[in-house]
């Protein structure tokens, strides 16, 4: 498959995921969180697909396009792992109903590893019943797999559900 291709899997992975997670989530109340700004691509979709919400944005830098940069007082600016501590006393345990992380480099093992670290405190911080959506496998106390979305092949996305 070229990596065209494999761009395209991966983004429509993504927007079907996403989609889901949103329906799953409905029902559920609380923020939503984004780990990964970039260019601020999915966080303008999740205020498209969850209108109505709170949506706090993780990154260690804005560099996204200005229509999509989130407002000073809903964004953790910094490395995820020095910012989470602070989330989690800010915002409080269990209080999104809906996490998107989307953290990955070029850099396969470090970009698991990263998630690896963060996934303990992105599910405490993660209501009973709230839906992560990621693109690592994220094991973690209290996260159990979802079924993924027709279509999106095994480990392209992740889901998972807060128990
Ligand atoms: N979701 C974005 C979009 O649709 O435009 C793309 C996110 S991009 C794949 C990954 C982002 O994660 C980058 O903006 C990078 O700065 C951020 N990131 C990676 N590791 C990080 C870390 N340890 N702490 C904070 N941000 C990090």
Redesign the pocket.
């Known amino acids: 498959m070229s990596r065209l291709d494999s761009f395209i899997r991966r983004l429509e992975a993504q927007r079907n995921c996403l989609a889901d997670a949103a329906s799953r989530a409905k029902a559920i109340p609380g923020i939503v969180l ?10 303008d979709h999740l205020r498209e697909i969850c209108p109505g919400r709170e949506i706090y944005v ?4 804005v ?2 396009h200005p229509d999509c940069i989130p407002p000073a007082d809903h964004l953790f600016l ?4 020095d910012t989470l501590p602070a989330a989690l006393a800010r915002l409080g345990a269990g209080s999104a109903a809906f996490v998107h992380v ?4 070029g850099d396969a093992a470090a970009s698991q590893a ?1 998630a690896s670290a963060i996934a303990p405190q992105v599910s405490a911080l993660m209501a009973p019943g709230g839906i992560l959506v990621s ?1 690592q496998p994220m094991p973690a106390p209290g996260l159990g797999t979802l079924p993924l979305p027709d279509g999106v092949k095994p480990g392209r996305y992740f889901m998972a559900t807060r128990q």
Do not use: C, H, P
């Open positions: 984004e780990f990964g700004l970039g260019n601020g691509r999915t966080y993780f990154d260690r830098q560099a996204a910094g490395d995820f792992t989307d953290l990955g480099s990263l693109d």
